[in-house]
């Protein structure tokens, strides 16, 4: 196995990546307006490693709807307990989203923005990294009904690597950027850095991944990124 080699195929797979869920985003508008912040968001932990269309339906809508009524107005309307999580769920699910534990996810994800500052989640985001507290914002967002370890690190990888964050972060806190999903489950298999019959298991399984990067000398971002691209869309990475 030529750990350059792969390492090599992985950065490409990488930047594809990123062009691909990253370019189209606009930095001064993801700072300065809290619903394009919450779209970024949306668009992380919306999806639970595959992007399919009734993910992505579910997001638009739901989306949509907050746009549409102000989200202003909805923040003001849970904050005075004029809209509770059931009605909310319910009015979603009227319009489309057919999963209740979105729609609920949705909801808790308002009453948390309702807690931060300008309930602008890319800016509480950057601050809580910026002040090195990653692990404290990691476990905000796996609080959160339906997010997790899975969708926590999903949202936080893409957000150190576009605002260029890494160096906020020491080596063993790269964990919590770190997503681990069936496409990355089955490259460590295929690395044998873990066996078929193992489960995944996030914390352990990122350990893992920051071993095999060091001795790569590649950034586990970028592994995680690769990796992920790389098998959704069938492309061989050659070991």
């Known amino acids: ?54 993910c992505t339906k579910e997001r638009d809508v739901t989306f949509t709807f907050i746009k549409s009524d102000g989200l202003l107005n909805i923040l003001n309307q849970i904050k005075n307990k004029q809209y509770s999580a059931k009605k909310f769920v319910n009015k979603l699910k009227k319009i489309g989203v057919s999963n209740p534990r979105r729609g609920k996810m949705a909801y808790e994800i308002l009453e948390w923005l309702l ?3 300008d309930f602008n989640c890319i800016t509480y985001s950057i601050n809580k990294i910026q002040s090195r507290e990653i692990s ?9 009904f339906f997010i997790g370890p899975k969708k ?12 260029n964050l890494h160096d906020f972060l020491k080596t063993d806190e790269f964990i919590y950027v770190l997503p681990i ?16 019959e193992e489960k995944i298991r996030w914390e352990n399984d990122a350990k893992k991944i920051l071993c095999f990067c060091e001795k790569a000398d590649i950034s586990p971002i970028v592994f995680d990124q ?12 050659t070991l």
């Open 152 to 163: 926590a690190s999903f949202f936080l990888r893409d957000l150190v690597d576009y605002f």
């Open 181 to 196: 999903d069936t496409y990355i489950n089955k490259f460590l298999i295929a690395l044998k850095l873990k066996n078929s």
């Open 115 to 117: 807690n931060i500052p």
């Open 226 to 237: 690769g990796v992920w691209y790389a098998y959704a869309n069938n492309k061989e990475i």
């Open 136 to 144: 404290s914002l990691f476990y905000q967002l796996d609080k959160i």
């Open 1 to 54: 196995m030529e750990i350059e080699k792969i390492a090599k195929q992985i950065i490409v797979y990488s930047k594809l990546y990123y062009q691909k869920y990253s370019e189209k985003y606009n930095k001064k508008n993801l700072v300065k307006d809290s619903l394009e912040a919450l779209n970024f968001f949306f668009g992380r932990v919306f999806y639970g490693g595959i992007w399919d269309s009734v």
